[in-house]
């Protein structure tokens, strides 16, 4: 399927969390019907979607039924099963592409691939056993990280080593996981480009945002994010620099680190990502839309930012504030989760802070 | 219920259209939950939608159940039976009121009240008969509208009377349903104010939009409308006026001439309104998710225009557009529905025109 979908086709989703609740919005506001695959019960992206499955990431007959019943897929988080995006692929295509994910996927084949595009990204070297990881530190030095290749999100599957003494019970906690070690960067702040190319392989970027982090999880996103005109127009080039690499199709997050020494790349999302919410306030059209319309084979919109913005997340019992957050000039979003649970993710505010 | 409902509570809608749909939308903004009521099938709101009932407005038991399984019930258009309100408002509340309703389902009604504020409207009288009508035409006058009484909506129900010897035809047309003959009025331009009245009382309005209709139907909304500060301020206290007055809660459509001798009151809509989706793109809150604010008890949100919009109707073939507009930086709504039969509103386009 090269031509673009007409509205009435119907966008496949894998997983129904929040980033799939804003994709199935955007894709409603341009005439497409979503259909959301997850095995959750109750996922936040089914209260606005056209359909559910609800079923497990190995259920072949669901997946099989799920990929006839769309028109094309996409995900909102990069660790589904090579297994089920196997079988997907054989009937509809996947944007972005299997590439992609794979890279995002496996954090070794992320940092050889970047090296290989000569991006700087933060020292790292592989830890498949204890050998591994001592001459890593050796080469590295500490601190540093130790991380599983595959399955990390929001700072899960990290360790911190400071001590080489403890560097053998840091491997036990990965159970025998390949692992990289990574070195710390010495950053001044971190920022993200959101980027999106199309089916025809036009590529547009948002704004820079400034990003900060606690306990590993994003806090806060602000745009615009204090960078040089070079720091600015670098970030936009190693964003696009990946998107054509990888041949993309969709919104690519990609964080970097700013540092004397220029840009390093810390990683990408092959997806929509938490720092690209502020786009919803700033922007005519936001990364959700940007995303169905790159899948959708649609011309990509106008990301212009027309304000200054800050994102807020709303975390765990932060969702306490919404009453009084409701009775000021911010823009809520809520994700619908009942449950708030410490470090879950809830809701987020975007704050108007100047025009742009 | 006079207390904020919560995050998760679910908001009934009487209605599946368009507007239905993007009040689903900025319902899940804020976490809640949406219910469709709508006898039509596959309706648009329901690909946004956590629930629908396919059910005619007669059917007692589906009423019953539906208004059950929500917390408030809000409607997106004003024809609903009065039966079916009376069995709903025994359960839960309707916002806005039962008052507002009864006075936009009756043109006559909807008048004298105006009228009883010291309004100024349309020069009208009630038609029962043909001599009726023979006096309404004396004293206001032809060429007049004659339009029935209830049931009006988009030109539909009404003739335009320009001879006294087409009288009886056009009574005739109308099968003897009660009426009113409507003088024209000579309006330099029409405009409409969106307002909107929280539950405690609070009246907030969206500046004030100017609409230009064709056949009946709305083609265009700009904000800003061209208007002296005074008649925009009028226009303003015009519809807190009638939102105080009817006690209302929620959004309303205030549709008003203007006039060399002042605004005079067309007509209100107790509902989201066509004229209002250029603050989709041109506010941070909308008037759906301002609407969903004031029925659920929540704090009115801030209005504020922060660019120049022009708002275009994309009705019948006009959706054949939709990849011509997709290429520029238009905000693009395309309802979901599949036939584009003539005179049906497929979609609107929201485009920036100036920094507000």
Redesign the interface.
């Known amino acids: 399927m090269t031509e673009?979908l007409a509205?009435?086709a119907v966008i496949g989703i894998l997983g129904g969390g929040q980033l799939g609740?804003m994709l199935?919005?955007a894709a409603?506001?341009?005439?497409?019907?979503?259909h959301v695959f997850e095995p959750g019960a109750a996922p936040p992206a089914?209260?606005?979607?056209?359909a559910l499955t609800t079923a497990p990431y190995d259920d072949t007959e669901a997946l099989r039924a799920f990929a006839e019943e769309v028109d094309v897929v996409t995900y909102e988080f990069e660790n589904v099963p090579a297994e089920a995006l196997d079988l997907i692929e054989a009937i509809r295509p996947i944007r972005p592409g299997r590439e992609a994910l794979a890279m995002s996927q496996d954090r070794l084949t992320e940092k050889n691939f970047l090296t290989r595009l000569g991006l700087t990204t933060a020292p790292f070297s592989a830890v498949n056993d204890a050998d591994d990881l001592s001459l890593a530190i050796d080469q590295i030095g500490l601190p540093a990280i130790l991380k599983t290749r595959r399955l990390g999100y929001d700072g899960k599957g990290q360790t911190r080593l400071t001590d080489p003494d403890h560097a053998e019970a840091a491997l036990t906690t990965l159970a025998g996981a390949p692992a990289i070690l990574e070195g710390f960067v010495a950053f001044e702040r971190e920022v993200s480009v959101i980027g999106a190319r199309g089916l025809d392989g036009a590529v547009a970027c948002f704004d820079p945002g400034e990003n900060v982090h606690a306990d590993g999880i994003l806090r806060t996103t602000t745009v615009p994010a204090r960078l040089s005109a070079a720091q600015r127009s670098d970030a936009v080039l190693i964003a696009a620099q990946i998107l054509n690499a990888l041949d993309y199709v969709g919104v690519i997050g990609v964080e970097l680190f700013v540092t004397e020494h220029g840009l390093v790349v810390n990683e990408f999302a092959p997806r929509v990502h938490n720092s690209g919410h502020w786009t919803q306030?700033g922007c005519?059209?936001d990364q959700f839309e940007q995303h169905v319309?790159a899948i959708a084979g649609?011309?990509l919109?106008?990301g212009?930012r027309?304000?200054d913005v800050v994102m807020e997340n709303l975390i765990g019992d932060d969702?306490d504030l919404?009453?009084e957050i409701?009775?000021?000039?911010?823009?809520?979003?809520?994700?619908?989760k009942?449950e708030a649970r410490p470090g879950r993710k809830m809701?987020h505010v975007?704050r108007?802070t100047g025009?742009g």
Chains 1, 2 share one sequence.
Do not use: E
Not at 46 to 50: K, R
Not at 326 to 336: D, F, I, K, S, V
């Open positions: 673009p509205p009435g609740r199935s919005v409603a506001r341009l005439g497409f019907r979503t089914a209260d606005v979607a056209h306030t005519v059209i319309r649609w011309p919109g106008d212009t027309h304000c969702i919404v009453p409701a009775r000021t000039g911010a823009a809520l979003h809520l994700y619908g009942t809701g975007n108007i025009r």
